[in-house]
């Protein structure tokens, strides 16, 4: 939808394309309930909080996508935790722990980006 719009209609213009705005603690919760749901043998999965210094947020809003272009997301946390789960059992994401491409740091750190 946004690569559609003309550039005049974006300029200066921040979207959040998002429904849900979550804390990590509550995401971690929906991808452990969904994959307890989904995946045989992995039906007892505690989540461990460790403490931290990190202060950053996450918040978004996404008033602006939805108040200027109309846009109301189809999918949820649950269905994208569900269409990777998909993808990881059709071998869609190859070596997803090794891949410096699921890794941002990495990736950021091999293009000499700051």
Not at 27 to 48: C, F, K, T, Y
Not at 66 to 95: N, Q
Not at 98 to 112: E, F, V
Request: hydrophobic share 35%; net charge negative.
């Amino acid at each position: 939808m946004l690569l559609e719009l003309p550039d005049e209609r974006m300029a200066g213009n921040i979207y959040h394309a998002g429904d849900q705005n979550q804390t990590m603690a509550e995401i971690a919760g929906i991808v452990r309930d969904v994959v307890q749901q989904e995946v045989p043998g992995r039906e007892d999965i505690e989540l461990v909080t460790t403490p931290s210094d990190d202060l950053r947020s996450s918040h978004i809003s996404s008033e602006n996508i939805t108040r200027d272009l109309g846009f109301v997301p189809k999918h949820t946390i649950e269905d994208a935790v569900r269409d990777l789960i998909a993808a990881f059992r059709a071998g869609r994401i190859p070596d997803s722990m090794t891949d410096m491409r699921y890794y941002n740091i990495k990736t950021m750190q091999h293009l000499q980006l700051k």
